[in-house]
């Protein structure tokens, strides 16, 4: 057996873990074992892949970064460069950066790699996750999994996979290795507020970017460029960011909902943007328990971003970002309380995932991303039809598949359009 082939036997040994949970991984690597180094690649050089690779690099020893993807070459090397401080965890040769729709596939196909990075926007995250997955890789992806039921499909495919030959997969909902999240949800399983009864989540913001089109640019180019705005690249906003507080409220609940019945409109975006900019949804949730999530992206309106559980003897407040958590009684007075650290949180999950390939228990998390970035769908395409949308309907009727058929750098690709309730259908 060659060395690589000796190396990917001892990366994959061991029997896979899942934090549907939520609670962080404390695999122990006796203090002396030998750290066999572990090599990264990523794709997806933009913020959140920087991101995530100073993240990996700054809390793990024995890492390096050897390779990286985009669509845009020069990005490759802007991350390269932006690594620097790292010394030589980073050594990523101009041979090992590749760009364009396939430069994915050289990650894939490099033998060195052992961890990817997938941190591309959403849309391309189910096939680049399966595909990673049966390369034999273990993966860090970002939120969400999914922006449609055929996505979450192959997550499922995915996660089944890499559970029998035990690679890891974790992903970016590091709220759930925040402890002012972890104590506060199991404070409220011990029932500190009494029964659950009802939440209220909040992903409220103000606008967010647009990058017009250029003249030259294909249908292609201007969509993957400017991908926020595209639903089949991102999901809506409700699936890239208030998957966060989903996942979090779907944490809480350990469930997914029932049902999901909801409102919105656009009254901010460009002509040429897909994207309402506020949804409003209710969730009902096994047990006779709501959620009502409200996201929103318009200028100067007033930001909010939190959870709110209301049980028979209290409530609690979880916090998003660095806010913290707290548990109020009936009669309004605080009775704990924490502080918030999401640096830490976004460190942890790296760490995690490297601390658990080398103890030979490979964490793998997907399928509950996965659920929770379908209640992200099951919510948009509530509100985008007007009808009331249950999860039965989303996991086994529909067929909705966003993706495009033939995608080609210089292709053409349908015009934008925005849903309107009452005439677009469920599909």
Not at 254 to 276: C, I, M, Q, V
Not at 300 to 317: E, I, L, R
Not at 404 to 411: N, V
Request: aromatic share 8%.
């Amino acid at each position: 057996m060659d060395q690589t082939s000796s190396r990917r036997g001892f990366l994959g040994t061991g029997a896979a873990a899942s934090l549907a949970s939520g609670l962080m991984v404390h695999s122990s690597v006796a203090a002396a074992e030998e750290v066999r180094e572990l090599r990264l690649g990523i794709v997806g050089c933009g913020g959140r892949g920087s991101g995530a690779v100073n993240d990996s690099l700054s809390i793990n020893q024995g890492v390096k970064i050897v390779a990286a993807a985009d669509l845009y070459p020069a990005k490759c090397a802007s991350l390269r460069k932006s690594l620097a401080s790292h010394g030589d965890k980073v050594a990523i040769d101009d041979t090992k950066m590749h760009g364009g729709l396939d430069g994915y596939k050289r990650i894939l196909d490099d033998p060195t790699v052992d961890i990817v990075l997938l941190t591309t926007s959403p849309g391309f995250r189910p096939r680049y996750l399966f595909e990673a997955v049966e390369a034999g890789k273990h993966v860090f992806a970002e939120k969400p999994a999914c922006v449609d039921p055929a996505g979450y499909r192959i997550c499922l495919q995915a996660h089944d996979k890499a559970v029998a030959q035990r690679t890891a997969i974790v992903t970016g909902t590091q709220y759930r290795r925040q402890p002012s999240y972890i104590e506060a949800i199991e404070r409220i399983r011990k029932g500190e507020i009494g029964d659950v009864i009802h939440a209220t989540s909040r992903y409220c913001t103000g606008g967010i970017w647009y990058r017009g089109r250029q003249p030259e640019m294909s249908d292609a180019q201007f969509q993957l460029n400017n991908w926020m705005h595209f639903i089949w690249l991102s999901g809506d906003q409700i699936c890239e960011q208030a998957v966060h507080n989903i996942d979090a409220i779907n944490w809480l609940m350990g469930d997914n909902p029932l049902s999901a019945y909801g409102s919105g409109g656009r009254f901010t975006r460009p002509a040429d943007s897909e994207l309402w900019d506020s949804m409003s949804i209710d969730y009902e949730y096994p047990g006779n328990r709501t959620v009502s999530l409200m996201c929103r992206q318009i200028p100067g309106s007033a930001a909010d971003n939190s959870n709110v559980v209301y049980g028979s003897q209290g409530t609690c407040h979880i916090g998003a970002m660095n806010a913290g958590s707290k548990i109020l009684d009936r009669d309004g007075k605080v009775v704990w309380q924490t502080s918030g650290n999401i640096g830490a949180a976004y460190q942890q999950e790296h760490k995690d995932l490297v601390d658990s390939i080398r103890a030979s228990t490979p964490i793998v998390e997907l399928k509950q991303t996965a659920d929770s970035s379908l209640v992200a769908v099951m919510g948009r395409l509530a509100a985008y039809s007007g009808q009331r949308v249950t999860w039965d309907f989303v996991t086994e009727e529909s067929q909705l598949d966003l993706f495009p058929k033939a995608l080609a750098w210089d292709g053409d690709l349908p015009a934008p359009t925005h849903a309107i309730p009452g005439r677009t259908k469920l599909v």
